[in-house]
């Protein structure tokens, strides 16, 4: 199939073409022609499918005609709600592309920012407003944002939605909006809590499905480490040797370790940046321009900071650990070999993870290739159940004792913490 034959209206069709996009990806073949009907869709697809254009297209397309019927005010027309700031960014310049040839606006809005731009931005009027959950109600609240003109509304990674607490801010979104619009409903994954959630939003869906969460794409090619959990800084910079990894994104399950992977690669005059959520939106969108543009090497990423990033041909991505959860591990490696291009992930793991890569590649259902001739083999063995107690009992003593001395110098007293911290 071909864009031309979708019926989209002609300046979203040169839009298109101006990036290059030849064919519709799967999702836009299945959603589209759903969408240009005026029917409710439930999406199941991963980040990195092309969904944006999926159901940002459609909802131009039907602007664009609306335009053309009325008086041409501007109105917020399409609401997108999506869970991080960088997602919301980049939905938003997606639009814009799109809309290139075409008067329909857009603008974006989230929280960690002053709002002033923002609400400049909504007085002259915008067709199209991409939100993250806590600004849009903080603005609907101030009264500078109104929902009754919606017709389109998009719900997007919704599962994550949920994962990061969002259930009651999506509801108290829900009340405002007109029972009367399209429904668009998104999630890389489709549990019952998320399955109950589009039955409150959408009506008589229709569903479309591409790259259920269990598969990873043929176009990655998956290899894996073992090594010790001391010989993990050295196995990195061992296989930052290989001077074909120009530009890797590496995660990391936690912000304190992001940002010690990040210390000790500059220590070895490795360009490196981390972000996660304690970096500030500034600090972010800098690390980010920076690694596309290829001026810091290697980018650090926690799996909530890293959800929303597009890196166009981005080859490398490594686990430094190995995800508990093995539905993160397929949406990790999915940031790489997008749209078609091919992807390499390469992951490290410590004895305490062994059990997780047995659950990955179950739910994969193939084997990661071993790399076996390596400096940093791993000896030790996975602590048994005994060993494991104990060790979660002196973690859980050395964190006590870190807050203790913590609230000491503070000059907090034992008995009054909670009350001083408030
Ligand atoms: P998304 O899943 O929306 O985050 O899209 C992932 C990437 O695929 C983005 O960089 C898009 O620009 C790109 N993309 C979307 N649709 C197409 C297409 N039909 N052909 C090639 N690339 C595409």
């Given at each position: ?18 990036q290059n996009y030849t064919h519709p990806t799967a999702i836009q073949e299945q959603a589209i022609p759903i969408l240009l009907k005026k ?384």
């Open positions: 199939m071909k864009f031309e034959d979708l019926n989209l209206h002609p300046t979203l069709l040169k839009a298109v073409k101006d029917n409710d869709v439930l999406g199941s697809a991963q980040t990195g499918t092309g969904k944006t254009a999926a159901f940002a297209l459609p909802i131009l397309h039907h602007l664009i005609n609306e335009r053309n019927n009325n008086d041409g005010k501007k109105r917020i027309r399409t609401l997108v709600v999506t869970p991080t700031r960088e997602l919301a960014i980049q939905i938003a310049e997606s639009f814009t592309s799109y809309s290139k040839y075409n008067n329909i606006t857009n603008t974006v809005i989230f929280g960690g920012v002053k709002q002033g731009a923002q609400t400049t931005t909504l007085s002259n009027g915008v067709d199209v407003l991409v939100a993250t959950p806590g600004r849009l109600l903080d603005l609907m609240g101030q009264g500078y944002i109104s929902l009754k003109d919606i017709g389109y509304f998009v719900l997007d990674e919704a599962d994550r939605m949920l994962d990061m607490g969002f259930i009651h801010d999506i509801k108290k979104i829900l009340d405002k909006l007109p029972k009367e619009r399209q429904s668009l409903f998104f999630s890389a994954t489709m549990p019952k809590n998320i399955v109950e959630l589009s039955s409150q939003i959408l009506k008589f869906p229709k569903q479309v499905s591409v790259n259920p969460v269990s598969s990873t794409a043929e176009t990655i090619q998956q290899f894996i480490y073992y090594t010790n959990k001391a010989d993990k800084k050295n196995l990195l910079l061992h296989i930052l040797k290989d001077k074909n990894i120009s530009q890797l994104l590496l995660f990391s399950r936690t912000k304190h370790g992001a940002d010690r992977i990040a210390r000790n690669l500059k220590k070895k005059n490795i360009r490196a940046s981390a972000i996660h959520g304690d970096k500030s939106q500034n600090q972010r969108q800098k690390s980010l321009k920076s690694f596309k543009d290829s001026e810091i090497r290697v980018l650090v990423a926690t799996d909530i900071a890293a959800r929303g990033i597009d890196i166009d041909k981005l080859s490398y991505v490594l686990n430094y650990d190995i995800p508990n959860e093995s539905e993160t591990y397929v949406h990790r490696i999915g940031r790489c070999g997008r749209a078609g291009e091919t992807g390499v992930s390469i992951s490290i793991c410590e004895p305490e993870e062994n059990e997780y890569v047995r659950d990955i590649e179950k739910l994969i259902k193939q084997k990661i290739q071993e790399v076996q001739n390596h400096p940093f083999p791993q000896t030790e063995k996975p602590m048994n159940t005994q060993q494991k107690k104990e060790f979660e009992k002196e973690k859980q003593r050395r964190k006590q004792e870190f807050f203790n001395n913590r609230n000491k110098k503070r000059g907090y007293k034992k008995s009054n913490n909670r009350n001083n911290r408030r």
